[in-house]
């Protein structure tokens, strides 16, 4: 299952008064992709560890890997919180824009 995720409206606080009627949605719109494409890295080794964790092969290893999939769980939890970023329903298109 493949999640999408969307910024949630309040960054980048500390520029509002400086550059009030400057048009800079491009730069932040660039930084939100890069936020949104690390996340879904993220979300690719949280994938692949849960699979590994149900896999017979790895079953000697299994609370090495469930230790690592908290851990990536819990990092996915403070970059989402971070940025401000979160999930969107699955059959909603994800578009590059959605920060104006």
């Known amino acids: 299952m493949k999640e999408h995720w969307e910024h949630g409206g309040h960054g980048d606080r500390n520029c509002e008064g400086r ?33 590994q964790v ?9 609370q090495v890997l469930l230790g690592e999939l908290k851990a990536i769980e819990m990092v996915v939890d403070e970059y989402t919180r971070h940025f401000e970023l979160r999930r969107k329903e699955a059959d909603e298109p994800q578009t590059p824009e959605g920060d104006q």
């Open 19 to 51: 550059h009030k009627g400057r048009h800079h949605d491009g730069a932040k719109t660039f930084r939100r992709g890069r936020a949104l494409e690390f996340l879904n890295v993220l979300e690719v080794k949280r994938a692949t560890l849960r699979q």
């Open 54 to 62: 149900e896999a017979p092969e790895y079953q000697e290893i299994k």
